[in-house]
Nanobody, 124 residues
Framework: QVQLVESGGGLVQTGGSLRLSCAAS????????MAWFRQAPGKERELVAR????????YYADSVKGRFTISRDNAKNTVYLQMNSLKPEDTAVYSC?????????????????WGQGTQVTVSS
């Protein structure tokens, strides 16, 4: 079992930055692929960024490429999402997710564990 707890959301102006953190329980964090998803009102949940269990391979949605950075600290059982140059269309609930093993997992159904989510609101 893995429990995930996100933090770092909030209200920010257009062009601002936020850093989300996701702390995981358990002793095998380094065995999990980690991802950040987001869901805006009336829209489907979408994959924002993914990082391999070692941290060596990352993936970004086109909409955030060049602005967001995913990273992880396996010693601290934590994954981060640094969000820069935020836009109003980035407003959503952001959730971290975990999947045991390595792979190019894109769909929400591919992930076994989820955090409760944290709200990010970008004002124009």
């Amino acid at each position: 079992q893995v429990q995930l707890v996100e933090s770092g959301g909030g209200l920010v102006q257009t062009g601002g930055s936020l850093r989300l953190s996701c702390a995981a329980s358990g002793r095998t964090f380094s065995s999990y692929t980690m991802a950040w998803f987001r869901q805006a009102p009336g829209k489907e949940r979408e994959l924002v960024a993914r990082i391999s269990n070692s941290g060596s391979v990352t993936y970004y949605a086109d909409s955030v490429k060049g602005r967001f950075t995913i990273s992880r600290d396996n010693a601290k059982n934590t994954v981060y999402l640094q969000m820069n140059s935020l836009k109003p269309e980035d407003t959503a609930v952001y959730s971290c997710a975990a999947r045991y093993g390595s792979g190019y997992y894109r769909a929400p159904d591919n992930y076994d564990y989820w955090g409760q989510g944290t709200q990010v609101t970008v004002s124009s």
